[in-house]
Structures are given as structure tokens and as C-alpha cells.
């Protein structure tokens, strides 16, 4: 079985400054490895995913995430963040190989950015 | 770009009453899923359907749950008698194939009186 690890419920920014959101994961086989966001009121929106190669992905609002397989992370970066970037991010995780790899989600981190 | 639409957005059924939730799926997705989220908890993992049969469901997913696909479009969550405790967010999502990205729709909230 699979499991992720969110382990800041809330994270507070400034407008402008840097944050990342961290992920740990738990899983006896190999997985896929996702990030989305929700804003208010809306579905869960792919942000950012790793399959395979290299371990560090990036999507086209510049958030970031490195695959980290000896520490099992997952964390996602954004070097300057945007009012607009408020919003809950999902960290999940799918094992590789076995049936129709369901999500496994973690209980979401809550950016909040401030002017 | 093409999306995962969800209908009602919001449900609202009195206790022991049925409900169906409905989902039309990309069009050229073959994989299809339904989780829901509790309010303030994480998003959980209900069921999977593939080539019109259940592929995995989850503990929660008992027998007053049931997926169909009735069309060739539509992909429906049906809940015979509803749970104060089946109030939660809804969510429908497809895929490609095992291992693509999921993608997901907007949600149906249902509100269990």
C-alpha cells in the first residue's frame, strides 16, 4: 500500500518570496508521482507530474518538483510566487505495474499568498 | 482544451433517498474513476472502471454503491440509500491509460439532510 505525507497543513508567503510545499511518500513498489492544485470552488488541476527521466519536473507557471527516490520526497518549489498562486496543492502517488493505479492522496497544503 | 464536466454541482437529498451522480469523461479516455473528499480531510479513492467493469474499489465503496456507463459518453455514481455520513465532494476523473495523469472534473457536492 501507498501513502503520502503533507506535512504542513498551511504554509503562509509574502508576495514575491520563494516557498515550496513539501511531500514524502511510503510505498513497497515503484510509483508515479503527482502534484495538483485546486482553487475555490474548483476540480483538482494537474500541476506537475513524474513518470520517468529526469527526477526534476517543471510546469509552465514555474512551479517545480524533484523526485528524491532515497529520501521518498516529492516537494514542489517556486522561487517567486504570485497573489494568483493561492490555492490547496495535492501531492499523490500511483504504484507502477499494479492494476489501474488509483491516486493515493495527502491531505493537502494550504498556500497562502499575501500582498 | 477537453475536460472532465460533472453534473449537479450541488446535490442536496434527504437521508435513505438515491442519488446519482453523473460524469462525462474525456472522450478519448479509456480509465475512469470516482474518489470523493470529505470535508477537511484528503481526497480518497472510491472505485475504477474499465472496459465496463469495475477494476478496484475501495473498503469504502460497500454495496450501496454502483457505477455504470450507460452510453458511450456518460459515466454515473449511483448511491441506493444515502448516509448522513455520504456527505462529502464527489469527484470524477479519467485517463488515457494506467500510469497517465488523471484528469479531473469541478465536483459534484453532495449534502446528505
Known amino acids: 500500500a501507498q501513502s503520502v505525507t503533507q506535512l504542513d497543513s498551511q504554509v503562509p508567503v509574502f508576495e514575491e518570496a520563494p516557498v515550496e510545499l513539501r511531500c514524502n511518500y511510503s510505498?513497497?513498489?515503484?510509483?508515479?508521482l503527482f502534484w495538483y492544485v485546486q482553487y475555490p470552488n474548483q476540480g483538482l488541476q494537474l500541476l506537475l507530474k513524474?513518470?520517468?527521466?529526469?527526477?526534476l519536473v517543471k510546469s509552465i507557471n514555474g512551479f517545480e518538483a524533484e523526485f528524491n527516490k532515497s529520501q521518498t520526497s516529492f516537494h514542489l518549489r517556486k522561487p517567486s510566487v504570485h497573489i494568483s498562486d493561492t490555492a490547496e496543492y495535492f501531492c499523490?502517488?500511483?504504484?507502477?505495474?499494479?492494476?489501474?493505479?488509483?491516486?493515493?492522496f495527502g491531505t493537502g497544503t494550504r498556500l497562502l499568498v499575501s500582498p | 482544451e477537453p475536460e472532465v464536466t460533472q453534473t449537479p454541482s450541488h446535490q442536496v437529498t434527504q437521508m435513505g433517498q438515491e442519488v446519482i451522480l453523473r460524469c462525462v469523461p474525456i472522450?478519448?479516455?479509456?480509465?475512469f474513476y470516482w474518489y470523493r473528499q470529505i470535508l477537511g480531510q484528503k481526497v480518497e479513492f472510491l472505485v475504477s472502471f474499465y472496459n465496463n467493469e469495475i477494476s478496484e474499489k475501495s473498503e469504502i465503496f460497500d454495496d450501496q454503491f454502483s457505477v455504470e456507463r450507460p452510453d458511450g459518453s456518460n459515466f454515473t455514481l449511483k448511491i441506493r440509500s444515502t448516509k448522513l455520513e455520504d456527505s462529502a465532494m464527489y469527484f470524477c476523473a479519467s485517463s488515457e491509460g494506467p500510469g497517465q495523469p488523471q484528469h479531473f472534473g469541478d465536483g459534484t457536492r453532495l449534502s446528505i439532510l
Open positions: 472522450s478519448n479516455h479509456l480509465y
Open positions: 499523490a502517488v500511483s504504484a507502477i505495474g499494479t492494476g489501474f493505479q488509483k491516486l493515493v
Open positions: 510505498s513497497s513498489v515503484s510509483v508515479y
Open positions: 513524474y513518470l520517468s527521466g529526469s527526477t
